[in-house]
């Protein structure tokens, strides 16, 4: 018969082993393996290039005094002060408007011609920053009042050529920007991260704590 | 290093260690939380441009301007609009839920149906608008080629004089038939009323607004009377918001509804005895010399004791009603006492602008001449006819008329046989249209004299008061055609369906609300594209014109609807009219000769256009210009004695006896009275001891009861006392549940001798003893899950009698008893 005392220190010496090798593996599932699990990856349904449709030379009209102003070019207010968002197939038919002609040479041009200014249809765009419907935002009180950036949110999007791929939360189907790339929630700009305490930081720092108020956003 | 029990713990306990200090668990709770947010079932709203489309709403004949809320293509909100004459800001509850009835899929139909289950199931088949209107064509057409073309009648529900009724009736007309019945509204009274009294056949206008003495028989003022979003208007401007009281309103009506419960003063007198209580009134006014004798002396006809040119002496309504309607007598009728009726009418005679106004409940269905005259009297005896405050007196609408009919030989045929409700006719001489008599007909008659029925905005086998006999008759008839939008009750009696637009989805228009005080047309456009395969009416009356044959097409000259509305318009154009409409300066204080008379188009495409932007034209109130030729009766008078009664009596009475005529007419009295406005009480041959109780149906403001069903988010408003769970509630006074041997809470068979039905008992202080009072709205047969089979319709136990004179139902009158089960 083994003395119990031997017996405990024999497995003991082993037994760390199989602590750390549990604590190192629920690490790597929560830091790296979660995340790949938890989002998917979607492309968009055609690419579009911000910074070729931010040249002056290209698109009449797009110059203004700041980077906002060349935003709403195309991201424009309503004439009751809503948001655009993402604009229709409306908007880019005021230059694109004859599906015959083509006014560069990129395939993605002729592709949008052919398969959405021709059947008159819009493009399925997926939105990297809506937001719950819970939540009440008005762009126009930021943009206009605030006279916020629309980098402060949405970061240098008008300076790529390629749109990113939009990773959906497969749990609640929001984009991968409102909680923010990095899955410990860390975040090194204003735009990393689109989450309520976001919101309340900048209200903060600007000096706008009453809007920090629950019924501001939570109509 | 074997994997021991204890090995395994530390295991999991390091595997939680390291869970714990990685973002999984944090980021699991707050994605979990999120989750829960965005289950299925919970509502996604539209994403879009936010936009706002003005209309005018159309589910009754009230015209209150909306202004619709669309997010992208999806029509969210419907709000009363501000800039709108009608009902400034104003709204009701079924305007306001409207959205339910447009997207509401499992009450519309989605396209055109051909019957394949047994009438009244509801069970159709899907199939082309070609299909379907050549099927209706070719029985049309078979009809006018075999020289029956008579045998085609339509029911119409559309409001009296749009243009949607105007098509309804030129296609029967063009067709050659004279059956052309409309449902039930209390504009029909109003008309006859004003034709015998004052020979004028514009619609019945009540300044309300302007009124400082509002006395209301039976008018549900706040349940939806006339235009509802104008009438609660107005009853704020009543009692202003210092809680001054600008307006005294009194209520006569049996029940404490809303509009009695705050009225200034509630006159529960029994039902049925308006027009002895209106009598009475004018008693205690002339004997106290309190009339207006400038009006009387000079404008009016009949007042006083008169011998015609055969020298015959006849008795004035002065002598009449002194004679006959003293307090004492009208109270013994009423169950009022004395003292309160000579109150009464001195309060009422001793206003600056007294006003008397006639209805009932909600006006859905017609009232009574008699007692609308004897109402419309009081007004006469104060002289407040067209004074601010008062009766104005005003042309109808200027429309063009369309042009002319073509007539072919079938056409002449056709429409000189006589109309099978016999409206017009010897015996009902002042009626355009009795759709109980035309019932009857067709339940009688061995073979239905209908072969096909076409049937618009109406839903008659719900909403006619007739204990179940419209539906009894569309058994009968060989081919049913239903334009109704929805799954109504009598859409499923069709053969064929051929459904329209929801009202906003369509362009139709929207002419003088009931009781509005000025000329007003408002045009009721599309706010959404058609969800549907569905068609407006109208196009398909001139697609179906085109298929029938050429002398019917001829008739239809336009190319769509639109053309047709148009057409009507021009007249609108040349009387001029504002088009245009600010709401700091209201429309009831605006006056033709003031400051209102210029308008801002010039030519009729600008007017046009304006109108399908905003969707109004109107002109200011009337400039009160006296009473010179105001009146067309025979004597160019206001007649307290009828001269077209007399000849129409006399005219019967030459084809048969004066006594028979009377009778046929429902008239009990003779002699002059006959002629002038009198109390006529409702006969009845039912065996009282077995029915000792009277049902009056009443309505709701939180409840459509006419054509068009509630949507769900009103059964949300509705009273534990009206409908718990299934079951209707009837409210009864405690003393007559007492005599019962009932409580409240009980279940009962209303027992009429047309049917019964199962209610609850709701005892209450503000029911008349002896009265079993009904909510309704309820007890649909059709529609979906959240309609149908919910508390009981009293429509179909009613056991309507007729009224004197105009032959309209008294629906208000059925004579019930009650069994405890």
């Known amino acids: ?219 | 290093m074997e994997l021991s029990r204890r090995n395994f713990i530390k295991f999991v306990a390091g595997g939680a260690a390291g869970t714990a200090l990685s973002p999984l668990p944090w980021k699991l709770t707050d994605d979990i939380a999120i989750w829960t947010q965005n289950w299925p079932w919970v509502p996604d709203p539209s994403t879009g441009e936010f936009t706002n489309v003005n209309s005018v709403c159309n589910l009754c004949p009230g015209g209150c301007g909306i202004s619709v809320r669309k997010v992208d293509t999806r029509a969210v909100k419907i709000d009363g609009r501000t800039d709108y004459p009608v009902n400034p800001g104003g709204i009701c509850p079924l305007g306001m839920g409207g959205l339910q009835l447009l997207y509401n899929k499992t009450i519309r139909y989605p396209g055109p149906m051909r019957r394949i289950g047994p009438k009244g199931k509801g069970e159709f088949v899907m199939i082309t608008w070609d299909e379907a209107l050549d099927i209706l064509a070719k029985r049309i057409s078979n009809l006018r080629k075999k020289g029956m073309p008579e045998a085609v009648a339509a029911v119409d529900g559309n409001q009296r004089m749009s243009t949607m009724s105007v098509m309804v009736e030129r296609l029967l007309t063009s067709v050659g038939s004279p059956n052309y019945v409309t449902t039930p509204s209390i504009d029909d009274t109003y008309l006859i009323s004003n034709l015998l009294l004052q020979g004028t056949d514009g619609p019945m206008s009540y300044d309300l607004e302007n009124a400082d003495y509002v006395l209301s028989f039976g008018c549900g003022l706040l349940e939806g009377w006339g235009a509802p979003g104008r009438v609660m208007n107005a009853w704020g401007l009543w009692h202003d918001s210092a809680g001054k009281t600008r307006a005294k309103i009194v209520q006569v009506e049996s029940r404490a509804s809303n509009t009695a419960s705050k009225a200034d003063r509630w006159v529960a007198s029994r039902p049925g005895t308006d027009a002895a209580l209106a009598l009475g009134l004018a008693h205690v006014i002339i004997k106290n010399g309190l009339y207006n004798s400038r009006f009387i002396n000079n404008f009016s006809f009949g007042f006083e004791n008169w011998t015609s040119a055969d020298g015959k002496d006849h008795v004035g309504f002065k002598s009449m009603v002194l004679d006959k309607y003293s307090p004492d007598q009208v109270a013994k009728i009423t169950g009022l006492n004395p003292e309160d009726i000579v109150s009464l009418a001195k309060d009422f005679a001793r206003a600056k602008a007294p006003i008397a106004i006639y209805g009932k409940g909600k006006d859905d269905l017609d009232g009574g001449v008699y007692e609308c005259m004897a109402v419309h009297i009081l007004n006469a005896l104060v002289g407040n006819i067209n004074k601010p405050g008062g009766v104005l007196i005003n042309d109808p609408l200027p429309l063009s008329r369309l042009p002319e009919i073509k007539q072919d030989a079938i056409f002449k045929q056709g429409l000189g046989k006589p109309r099978i409700d016999q409206a017009g006719s010897l015996q009902y001489p002042f009626a355009g249209s009795l759709i109980n008599n035309l019932t009857n007909k067709i339940i009688k008659s061995p073979k239905s004299p209908v072969d096909t029925i076409l049937i618009f905005s109406a839903n008659p086998v719900y909403t006619l008061p007739d204990g179940g006999a419209f539906k009894e008759a569309l058994e009968k008839i060989p081919f049913v055609i239903s334009f109704s939008p929805f799954r109504d009750e009598t859409s499923y009696m069709a053969d064929l369906v051929l459904p329209d637009h929801t009202y906003l989805e369509k362009m139709v228009d929207v002419v003088w609300p009931t009781g509005l005080q000025y000329p007003f047309y408002g045009l009721s456009k599309p706010v959404v594209e058609p969800l549907y395969n569905t068609r407006n009416s109208g196009d398909v009356i001139i697609e179906l014109s085109k298929r029938i044959d050429s002398t019917v097409q001829s008739a239809f000259p336009w190319e769509n609807f639109e053309g047709v509305l148009k057409a009507r318009a021009k007249g609108l154009f040349k009387a001029g009219g504002l088009v245009t409409y600010d709401n700091m300066n209201p429309a009831w204080e605006r006056k033709k000769y003031g400051n209102g008379s210029k308008h801002n188009y010039t030519s009729f495409e600008e007017m046009w256009t304006k109108i399908k932007a905003g969707g109004l034209w109107y002109q200011p109130v009337h400039g009160f210009d006296g009473w010179e030729g105001l009146f067309k009766t025979p004597d160019r008078k206001f007649e307290f004695f009828s001269k077209r009664v007399q000849l129409a009596v006399d005219e019967y009475a030459g084809k048969t006896t004066y006594k028979t005529a009377l009778k046929n007419m429902g008239i009990t009295v003779t002699g002059d009275q006959v002629c002038m406005p009198h109390y006529e009480a409702v006969s009845s041959d039912v065996n009282m001891s077995a029915y000792p109780l009277r049902m009056m149906p009443y309505e709701m403001i939180n409840l459509a009861s006419g054509w068009i069903p509630s949507p769900p988010f009103l059964y949300k408003t509705i009273f534990d006392n009206q409908l718990k769970g299934d079951l209707s509630f009837a409210a009864v006074n405690p003393k007559t549940a007492t005599e019962y041997g009932l409580k409240q809470g009980d279940r009962v068979i209303i027992k009429s001798p047309a049917g019964e039905v199962e209610a609850g008992l709701s005892l209450s202080d503000g029911a008349m003893p002896g009265i079993v009072y009904l909510p309704l709205g309820f007890g649909h047969t059709a529609y979906d899950e959240f309609l149908r089979g919910k508390g009981v319709n009293p429509n179909e136990i009613i056991d309507a009698e007729k009224d004197p004179l105009s032959g309209h139902s008294v629906w208000w009158n059925t004579h019930v008893n009650l069994v405890r089960i």
Not at chain 1, 76 to 99: L, S
Not at chain 1, 175 to 198: E, F, H, P, Q, V
């Open chain 1, 1 to 219: 018969m083994t003395h119990p005392a031997n017996s405990s220190k024999k497995t003991s010496k082993g037994g760390w082993i199989f602590l750390l090798s549990g604590f190192v593996l629920a690490l790597i599932v929560g830091w790296v393996i979660f995340p790949m699990v938890l989002y998917s990856k979607q492309s968009q349904p055609m690419n579009f290039n911000h910074l070729l449709h931010l040249d002056p030379e290209k698109v009449y009209g797009i110059e203004g005094d700041t980077r906002a102003e060349q935003c709403l070019y195309c991201h424009a207010f309503y004439e009751d002060g809503t948001f655009a968002g993402i604009p229709k197939v409306e908007k880019c038919i005021e230059c694109h408007d004859d599906p015959e002609n083509p006014l560069g040479e990129l395939p993605e041009e002729m592709e949008f011609l052919v398969k959405y200014v021709a059947e008159e249809k819009e493009i399925p765009w997926l939105v990297y920053s809506e937001q719950p419907d819970c939540v009440y935002f008005s762009h126009i009180a930021h943009v206009k009042m605030g006279k916020l950036d629309c980098q402060t949110c949405h970061g240098d999007h008008d300076k790529t050529e390629k749109l990113p791929v939009y990773q959906e939360n497969r749990l609640t189907g929001y984009s991968i920007l409102i909680w923010g790339k990095n899955i410990a929630g860390y975040k090194k700009n204003t735009w990393d991260r689109m989450k309520m305490d976001d919101c309340a930081e900048c209200h903060t720092k600007k000096g706008h704590e009453e809007n920090n108020a629950c019924f501001v956003c939570h109509k």
